[in-house]
């Protein structure tokens, strides 16, 4: 069982920040990568950002570069999204994720319930 938690959602204005995170608790899984999705109204979903358990390697969407940074904390399977200069274009309704697996077997993805970011000008 893999399950998610997420926090730090909320409102903020303009060139503010908020930080984000998630917590996985598993019974039996290993988890090997963890980030943040969005998805704005009309918009395309959108991987924010991700980074790998082992050796902490991160990925950004070019839209958050500079901006956003990701974190983790192995031991305690959680990770961070600090957001800075935020921007209206932020959004949107933000879904951590976690690849895990166990026994040798395929790593599925599990998906947290969602968390929502709004920024006004």
């Known amino acids: 069982q893999v399950q998610l938690v997420e926090s730090g959602g909320g409102s903020a204005q303009a060139g503010g920040s908020l930080r984000l995170s998630c917590a996985a608790s598993?019974?039996?899984?290993?988890?090997?990568?963890m980030g943040w999705h969005r998805q704005a109204p009309g918009r395309q979903r959108e991987l924010v950002a991700r980074?790998?358990?082992?050796?902490?390697?991160?990925y950004y969407a070019d839209s958050v570069k500079g901006r956003f940074t990701i974190s983790r904390d192995n031991a305690l399977n959680t990770v961070s999204l600090q957001m800075n200069n935020l921007k209206s274009d932020d959004t949107a309704d933000y879904f951590c994720?976690?690849?895990?697996?166990?026994?040798?077997?395929?790593?599925?993805?599990?998906w947290g319930q969602g968390t929502q970011v709004t920024v006004s000008s």
């Open positions: 994720y976690a690849e895990a697996g166990s026994r040798g077997l395929v790593p599925y993805d599990y």
């Open positions: 980074i790998i358990m082992s050796d902490g390697n991160t």
């Open positions: 598993t019974t039996g899984f290993n988890i090997y990568i």
